[in-house]
């Protein structure tokens, strides 16, 4: 109650009035202090990795809700620079390590070291190191995440690759007899597939192909027909130019003439095919890694690993057993997909 004999103070502004403090429970006269907001917690910082759309095939798996148009040409142009730069760097560090462990560096067209297993690991591993770059590049500047260049699960599926494996190595035994059987039925000669060096020259070969191989064959893969096929999903409906394009650089950088040329871009283009008929990369490796540890076990155990290496003209009569081995793969990894029910696109 205000005392008209003391001389009216204005409240300050924004202080409730005296009925309002009353209503409140407040004590008359006495400004009223509403107690402190309660703590909220910070919102979360954004994830820096976006996952494809629900519903997405394995070559839209980059068309995250962050992409952008020159995301995948600036993917492409670092993963370029990182497989040349690779390259460089561990063939530098070959030549380095040969010079210490006294291996001859002989830098002669197609040979590099006189000893045919140091080469084999060095050419392995300037392929097989540039498959982190891969990974890094998906998830630095396409904002994706890394396993998506794998599955459309966005993971590797271990179980489908082993069983694919073991149908790559049917489909291998296959692809071999026929070509067996043309030489033969042709008249041609086949030269000397098999010979005996000993274990103490053939298990440093067994070594370096079983350790490295796997990962050579998988880098190929992630690159041409994962990275390339997804890049240009980004911007078309249709997986066929990144398939072509893909298979085209793949057969590029090999030095096959004639019908070898034919036999490696049909091997590229029809597992950009099943890359994203079967919606990962888990069949593609497969039947890589096979076909290259059985193409250099052979010559480890002849001794002949130099030549191996080597890359040129194909006889014809091979492309029959590349039309069988490939043929039976794919058929037969199209129906187990089916019947195991294999996820092809995301969720």
């Known amino acids: 109650m205000h005392d008209p004999s003391q001389p009216h103070q204005p409240q300050p502004s924004g202080w409730p009035s005296e009925a309002e403090h009353q209503a409140v429970g407040g004590p008359a006269g006495r400004p009223y202090y509403p107690g402190p907001q309660p703590w909220q917690a910070p919102p979360p910082p954004a994830r820096w990795t976006v996952p494809p759309p629900p519903g997405a095939r394995y070559d839209h798996l980059a068309r995250t809700p962050v992409h952008r148009w020159w995301r995948p040409l600036a993917g492409t142009a670092v993963i370029a620079v ?21 291996v001859p560096v002989v830098m002669e067209v197609g040979r ?7 080469e084999l690991a060095v050419m392995l ?6 498959l982190p770059f891969v990974f890094l590049t998906a998830w630095l500047v396409q904002r994706r995440p890394p396993g998506t260049l794998s599955s459309v699960a966005g993971r590797l599926r271990w179980g489908w690759l082993f069983l694919c494996t073991g149908v790559a190595l049917v489909a291998l035994i296959l692809g ?9 039925a042709t008249g041609a000669d086949m030269g000397d597939l098999f010979g005996w060096v000993g274990w103490d020259r053939f298990l440093p070969g067994l070594i370096v192909i079983v350790l490295l191989v796997p990962f050579q064959a998988a880098t190929e893969e992630y690159v041409f027909r994962g990275w390339v096929i997804q890049a240009f999903g980004a911007y078309f409906r249709t997986p066929w130019p990144g398939i072509l394009f893909g298979a085209a650089v793949f057969t590029s950088l090999h030095a096959y003439t004639d ?15 099943l890359a994203v008929r079967t919606g990962g990369l888990e069949a593609p490796i497969a039947l890589h890694v096979i076909n290259n540890v059985v193409s250099f076990l052979p010559a480890a155990a002849s001794g002949d690993l130099g030549d191996a290496l080597r890359q040129g003209a194909v006889p014809w009569q091979a492309i029959s057993g590349t039309v069988v081995q490939l043929g039976f793969f794919a058929v037969v990894v199209v129906i187990i997909a089916q019947k195991r029910a294999i996820q092809t696109v995301s969720r």
């Open 82 to 102: 990182a497989f040349v730069g690779v390259s460089l760097v561990v063939l530098l560090a070959g030549v380095i390590v040969a010079g210490l462990a006294g």
């Open 112 to 118: 590099l070291f006189a000893d045919p297993v140091f």
């Open 125 to 130: 591993l300037s392929i097989a190191a540039v």
């Open 176 to 184: 071999q007899l026929a070509m067996t059987a043309t030489y033969a």
């Open 259 to 273: 019908w070898g040329i034919v036999d490696v871009f049909s091997f590229g283009v029809l597992m950009g095919w």
